[in-house]
Nanobody, 124 residues
Framework: QAQLVESGGGSVQAGGSLRLSCVASGLTFRQYIMAWFRRAPGKEREFVGAINRSSQRTAYTDSVKGRFTISRDNAKNTVYLQMDNLQPEDTAVYYC?????????????????WGQGIQVTVSS
């Protein structure tokens, strides 16, 4: 059974940084596209960004471009989300997701496995 476990969340002031990690088990990590989604209070879950299997391609939602960076270490079965210049509107529960494919989708329905989510809170 595949399992994704996020870590690294917490509280930070506006302009600060956090780095989320997601460790995968029970799947062949290098064969999966890895993504980050988030759900803000009172809103639907939204795509944040994703990285393909070889790390050659990434995709981000417009609101985080230039501030967030996704990377992965296939030897450690881990994907990262480096979040810089955090703003209060980035406050959300962040989820790691995995998809067995070569194409990066932005819809949550396309992803096969999910982590339990981790809280990120940004205060002004």
């Amino acid at each position: 059974q595949a399992q994704l476990v996020e870590s690294g969340g917490g509280s930070v002031q506006a302009g600060g940084s956090l780095r989320l990690s997601c460790v995968a088990s029970g799947l062949t990590f290098r064969q999966y596209i890895m993504a980050w989604f988030r759900r803000a209070p009172g809103k639907e879950r939204e795509f944040v960004g994703a990285i393909n299997r070889s790390s050659q391609r990434t995709a981000y939602t417009d609101s985080v471009k230039g501030r967030f960076t996704i990377s992965r270490d296939n030897a450690k079965n881990t994907v990262y989300l480096q979040m810089d210049n955090l703003q209060p509107e980035d406050t959300a529960v962040y989820y790691c997701a995995a998809r067995y494919n070569v194409v990066i989708p932005t819809s949550e329905t396309e992803y096969n496995y999910w982590g339990q989510g981790i809280q990120v809170t940004v205060s002004s």
